[in-house]
T-cell receptor
Framework: GAVVSQHPSRVICKSGTSVKIECRSLDFQATTMFWYRQFPKQSLMLMATSNEGSKATYEQGVEKDKFLINHASLTLSTLTVTSAHPEDSSFYIC???????????????FGPGTRLTVT | QKEVEQDPGPLSVPEGAIVSLNCTYSNSAFQYFMWYRQYSRKGPELLMYTYSSGNKEDGRFTAQVDKSSKYISLFIRDSQPSDSATYLCAMVYNQGGKLIFGQGTELSVKP
C-alpha cells in the first residue's frame, strides 16, 4: 500500500514551453500533497503544499505564477512549470500524506520523481 | 544554524558491517521522526517512522530517538550492497505536516 505515482518520469522540453507533471496516490486518499525540487547531491527542497480543493501554499522564494499547482481530487495533484527555462531543469518529486491509517497523519510517501530538462 | 543537521558523508563500509547514521536537531518541538532511503534518480522511500524516545526495530533496521539530546539514529545490521543509497532523516512538528529534512548521508556498501 501507500503508493504514489508520477507521470512523466522524464521530460525534455524547449525553453518557453510549459510542462505538466502529475502526481497520483494510487491506493489511498491524500488530502495533502507536497511538491519538492531536488538538485544533484542535495536534499529535497519543499516548493509548495497542495490541499485538495484549495489554493496551494508556496514556500518563500517559489514563484506561484511559474509553478502552478492544482489539487483537483483526493488522489491527483498537478504541477505545471510555465514558460520553462534551462534553470528550471531539475528533479521534481511529489509526496502525499496518508490519513487513513492510525498514526498516519505524519507519514509521507513519495513518488518516483520527474526529471525535467529544458533545452 | 540549520534545524536538522546530518553528515552528508560519503560513508563507505564493507558488506556485513553495522552502519550508524545520525541526525541532530535544534528545535524540541519536533515530535515525529522518519528515515527515508533514496536510490539515485528515484524518489525517497519511507523506511522508519517513530514518535517516541527509544528504539524501533524493523528487520535489519533500528531507529533510535533521544529527545532529551535531540538526536536520532538509524542502524543497519548486516549491511548489503543493495543498501547503498542516500539516507535522509526527516522530522515534523506536532501541528503541521511539513517535513524538515536533513542533508542526507550517502552510503556505499562494498562487496
Amino acid at each position: 500500500g501507500a503508493v504514489v505515482s508520477q507521470h512523466p518520469s522524464r521530460v525534455i522540453c524547449k525553453s518557453g514551453t510549459s510542462v505538466k507533471i502529475e502526481c497520483r496516490s494510487l491506493d489511498f486518499q491524500a488530502t495533502t500533497m507536497f511538491w519538492y525540487r531536488q538538485f544533484p547531491k542535495q536534499s529535497l527542497m519543499l516548493m509548495a503544499t497542495s490541499n485538495e480543493g484549495s489554493k496551494a501554499t508556496y514556500e518563500q522564494g517559489v514563484e506561484k505564477d511559474k509553478f502552478l499547482i492544482n489539487h483537483a481530487s483526493l488522489t491527483l495533484s498537478t504541477l505545471t512549470v510555465t514558460s520553462a527555462h534551462p534553470e528550471d531543469s531539475s528533479f521534481y518529486i511529489c509526496s502525499a500524506r496518508d490519513f487513513s491509517t492510525a498514526g498516519g497523519k505524519h507519514e509521507q510517501y513519495f513518488g518516483p520523481g520527474t526529471r525535467l530538462t529544458v533545452t | 544554524q540549520k534545524e536538522v543537521e546530518q553528515d552528508p558523508g560519503p560513508l563507505s563500509v564493507p558488506e556485513g558491517a553495522i552502519v550508524s547514521l545520525n541526525c541532530t536537531y535544534s528545535n524540541s518541538a519536533f515530535q515525529y521522526f522518519m528515515w527515508y532511503r533514496q536510490y539515485s534518480r528515484k524518489g525517497p522511500e519511507l523506511l522508519m517512522y517513530t514518535y517516541s524516545s527509544g528504539n524501533k526495530e524493523d528487520g535489519r533496521f533500528t531507529a533510535q530517538v533521544d529527545k532529551s539530546s535531540k538526536y536520532i539514529s538509524l542502524f543497519i545490521r548486516d549491511s548489503q550492497p543493495s543498501d547503498s543509497a542516500t539516507y535522509l532523516c526527516a522530522m515534523v512538528y506536532n501541528q503541521g505536516g511539513k517535513l524538515i529534512f536533513g542533508q542526507g548521508t550517502e552510503l556505499s556498501v562494498k562487496p
